[in-house]
């Protein structure tokens, strides 16, 4: 479905829009009294996206120097060209090791490449370990929001889902009482697990080590007791250095949630003593969207989801609404890129109003990028057969002064003359819930030129 | 100083007194105002619904409307920004390169330029400045809620000088009002409920009337509040720059 | 060809050219903190709690009037061994510490922006310790504090396993609404050495 038909659906219920909206809006304002505080925050900024311009002009190397200084490090790394692949690689690794539970934190690559249904195919059970991906999870639904999977959730609803799912007495969702049943809950699956999975925040081609950023301590306590610890990555989540990272870090969690850093910044670099570390590389799409030069900034995003709480129609349609693995204003400059016909209401799901590109820590020109998305859709999609010739008419009109004038006269006395019930009649999509102005009996030019007159 | 006027087409037609205002201010303020007949459009509808290619007729229209002044004042933000930034589809000519250069969004161009911040005018109302986005992130007019930095306002230092005009706070200075050109249209829902918010927090705020530098978010802010009758008034912001009310208008 | 192949051919055909890499000027963001004041305000801002000491003999005095009835304790400080309720050695998979009440650890290097704390494997013996253990309390010299993370890795050497812990596990996943205690430590104690 395209993204205005789900955003109203979610905008039936008034309260709950209202309610979604100010959630995020919170976490967005959250993010402005951290960074606000933050000396040198634009500097910032543009170090962030300098850093990784620079790092896509080179990335080859850089994959290269970071696979050396894995291998070195102990560390197995497997290449993966798509989500197929991916997918492939990891389960290989779990049969080779015996795996048939798995713990799994929060990655968004196994969203992109459906990682949870391939391995389920074969009997192996993976627990999302993130309390928002385990609530998701539960509720066999994509999550909402790249840091908020369960955003989209209130809490009456996680307490209805524990009980069935996780058998808690209702507590008319005491968030307390919620998390500490989850914990109890994960903490058996993380004490039983055969293997962690993991995602990576930034990997360091200097040191051939990844780091991973979570709150919670789920990756943590995955990689750290089972005995096989995969980690997934895209290859734009390479950085040059290690100093790099005191760059990243000051800006992703400010910017995701306000906080000054998360809880925990883990740093992998060798296998614990008697276990394996892998390192799957995937591409999917990425090299692609490298080779578009007016969208591979789209490739410096580090995933903090400030886009997402900044956005005014993602805040009033829902993660759902988008239809994509990563939604909100980044998704919408991404996913074009790899099914243009599938994403194309994305990059109209927007004002257009720059809010995004403003907080975006990277500095990514997401409202620029959408902007061009929109040209490129309508050349290579098809379009409503009234929009195409609409803007071929109005086009025309512009272009020829004298043709503006005899619509702009028609327009007026319409507006003017016919009755409110045809003006708001079902085609005006603008008449649903607005007024349209009073047509003046006189537009500007009119009015000018009698000037004109009088004072000659 | 040769000053050219252009007056954007939904102006032109629909909010003819939108354009008597700035002509008149601007005028006020010893400014000599040529107003090229020729003009229409800055092509902004078409190019921001993905149609650059229909828009490029305008585009070329305005440049040989505009091409030899040495400013271009407009009241909106959004088209100034338009010809600033998109146009670049068409070829760089010395002409285009001008006018690209040359065109002020109205207050920009009494703040910045002529370096004027009172402009005599009385208005006695509690105004809320509706911060329209391509004027504030585009333009950067004001220092926008995300950036960090200096506060700033080009708009808010015109409007703290207006005789009589208490300026209200409002608690998302700056989030987007929905209009966004035909997404006002194709995502319908999700542009009325971004007005309606935008309205409340007006409202909540105590604003009596609601000021802007684009009359498109005020067109569809009036037509949310004329649909659902709530107590509150727009004016574009060169209304109130040229207004000389000393008491307050029965309604 | 295999992937890794392709991948890497792709990618060199479809990068831009070369772009410099940006210096790091760290002018640009000295504000003249008082390290001390900043750390002991961001590590209760992330939802942890601080206390001065002296010596070692005063950090355990300290933990046990915080932690009064703890059952299983392990401390890596100096001179702490009649603290540790469990020998490390005798543990054959990290999954056995799963009833770890209180864990000590000392660090050399913490940073007064965030109250981020730098704990690598060299000093802990088990990686899951500061993550499994039910209450964790760091160690650290107000002399070890640098500003930013900027400082920080410039201090950070060679390691297989580190991690920077800011303030206790916590999780907002429901309704937004902030809960100490997810995975990892349910509480965070900071002992500021003078």
């Given amino acids: ?456 | 100083m040769k000053v050219g006027l252009f007056i954007p087409c939904y102006i032109n037609q629909l909010y003819p007194q939108v354009g008597i205002a700035t002509l008149e201010l601007l005028e006020k303020l010893n400014v000599e105002v040529t107003y090229p007949s020729g003009q229409t459009c800055c092509g902004q509808p078409m190019a921001n619904s993905g149609y650059e290619n229909e828009s490029i007729g305008a585009c070329n229209n305005f440049v040989s409307n505009f091409k030899d002044f040495d400013y271009i004042v407009t009241p909106s933000g959004s088209c100034a920004y338009h010809v600033k930034k998109h146009y670049n589809i068409i070829n760089q000519t010395h002409d285009v390169k001008n006018v690209r250069n040359n065109i002020y969004e109205l207050c920009d161009f009494i703040v910045n330029i002529l370096k004027i911040k009172d402009v005599g005018a009385s208005f006695p109302y509690k105004v809320g400045v509706h911060k329209s986005c391509h004027g504030l992130r585009g333009l950067r007019l004001g220092s926008c809620s995300e950036v960090v930095g200096e506060r700033y306002s080009s708009l808010e230092d015109l409007l703290k000088e207006v005789k009589g005009t208490e300026l209200m706070s409002l608690k998302r200075t700056d989030e987007c009002c929905g209009f966004g050109g035909t997404f006002a249209v194709t995502e319908e829902a999700i542009s009325v409920k971004m007005g309606k918010d935008k309205i409340q927090d007006h409202l909540n705020n105590g604003v009596e009337v609601i000021t802007a530098t684009d009359t498109s978010c005020l067109m569809h802010l009036e037509g949310l509040i004329a649909r659902n009758k709530k107590p509150l008034k727009v004016l574009h912001i060169a209304e109130i720059l040229n207004s000389q009310y000393f008491t307050k208008v029965p309604n | 060809m295999g992937s890794r192949a392709k991948i890497l051919e792709k990618i060199k055909a479809n990068k831009p050219d070369a772009l410099a890499l940006p210096n790091l000027d760290l002018n640009a963001f000295d504000e003249g903190l008082n390290l001390e004041k900043e750390f002991i305000k961001k590590i209760e801002v992330v939802g942890g709690n601080v206390y001065p000491i002296t010596s070692n003999t005063e950090a355990l005095l300290k933990i046990k009037a915080l932690f009064p009835n703890t059952k299983v304790n392990y401390s890596t400080l100096e001179n702490t061994s009649e603290f540790n309720t469990v020998t490390l050695n005798d543990i054959k998979k990290p999954q056995e510490l799963e009833d770890l009440d209180i864990l000590v650890l000392e660090s050399k290097l913490a940073v007064a922006e965030n109250g981020a704390v730098w704990i690598e494997d060299s000093k802990i013996p088990l990686r899951v310790l500061p993550f499994i253990t039910k209450h964790l309390v760091l160690v650290i010299d107000e002399k070890s504090i640098v500003p930013y993370m900027h400082q920080a890795y410039q201090k950070i050497e060679d390691f297989h396993f580190g991690v920077f812990i800011s303030g206790p596990s916590k999780t907002a996943d429901i309704e937004q609404s902030l809960v100490i205690g997810a995975h990892g430590a349910l509480s965070l104690t900071v002992l500021l050495k003078k």
């Avoid at chain 1, 900044?310 to 349609?317: A, H, K, L, M, V």
């Avoid at chain 1, 098809?382 to 043709?403: E, Y």
């Fill in chain 1, 1 to 456: 479905m395209s993204h205005p038909k789900l955003a109203s659906i979610f905008n039936k219920d008034e309260k709950r829009v209202n309610w979604h909206d100010k959630a995020l809006w919170f976490v967005r304002h959250k993010r402005d009294l951290s960074v606000h505080q933050v000396k040198g925050w634009e500097t910032l900024r543009n170090l962030g996206h300098g850093i990784k311009a620079h790092t896509l002009s080179n990335l080859d190397n850089y994959l290269i120097q970071f696979e050396d200084n894995a291998l070195k490090n102990g560390v197995q790394v497997h290449w993966a060209a798509n989500g197929d692949e991916h997918n492939k690689i990891v389960h290989r690794i779990l049969k080779e090791n015996n795996a048939k539970k798995v713990v799994k934190s929060k990655s968004m690559l196994t969203e992109e490449c459906h990682l949870n249904p391939f391995l389920e195919a074969d009997d192996i059970e993976v627990i999302d370990t993130d309390l928002g991906e385990r609530i998701v999870q539960l509720a066999k639904e994509p999550p909402s929001h790249i840091v908020l999977p369960a955003i989209h959730k209130n809490k009456h609803e996680v307490d209805e889902l524990f009980q069935e799912h996780l058998g808690t007495e209702p507590c008319n969702g005491d968030p307390q009482y919620l998390t500490h049943e989850a914990r109890k809950h994960l903490r058996e699956k993380f004490i039983e697990a055969d293997a962690a999975i993991t995602g990576v925040n930034f990997a360091i081609a200097e040191t051939g080590g990844v780091v991973v950023c979570t709150n919670e301590g789920n990756a943590d306590m995955g990689a750290h007791l089972a005995p096989v610890h995969i980690a997934c990555m895209g290859v734009e989540k390479i950085i040059p250095k290690q100093d790099h990272l005191g760059v990243f870090l000051r800006l992703l969690a400010r910017s995701a949630t306000g906080q000054p850093i998360t809880t925990y910044s883990s740093h992998f670099k060798k296998p614990r003593k008697g276990t394996k570390m892998h390192i799957v590389i995937v591409d999917n799409g990425r090299s692609e969207q490298l080779s578009r030069p007016d969208f591979r900034a789209s490739l410096h995003c580090i995933r903090c989801g400030a886009c997402m709480n900044t956005c005014p129609i993602y805040r009033r349609s829902g993660g759902h609404s988008y239809d994509a693995t990563i939604p909100g204003p980044i998704g919408s400059i991404l996913s074009p890129g790899k099914d243009l016909k599938k994403h194309s209401t994305l990059p109209f799901a927007s004002t257009l109003c720059g809010s995004c590109s403003d907080v975006c820590p990277v500095k990514i020109d997401i409202h620029t990028q959408l902007y061009k998305w929109r040209q490129i859709i309508t050349k290579e999609t098809k379009q409503p057969f009234v929009k195409k010739k609409s803007m071929a008419i109005m086009g025309n009109v512009f272009s020829k002064p004298s043709q503006f004038e005899r619509v702009g006269k028609i327009a007026r006395w319409s507006l003017r003359h016919l009755p409110k019930s045809i003006i708001n009649s079902k085609p005006n999509a603008w008449g649903k819930a607005r007024d349209l102005p009073k047509g003046p009996k006189q537009s500007f030019d009119q009015w000018y030129n009698q000037r004109q007159d009088k004072n000659e």
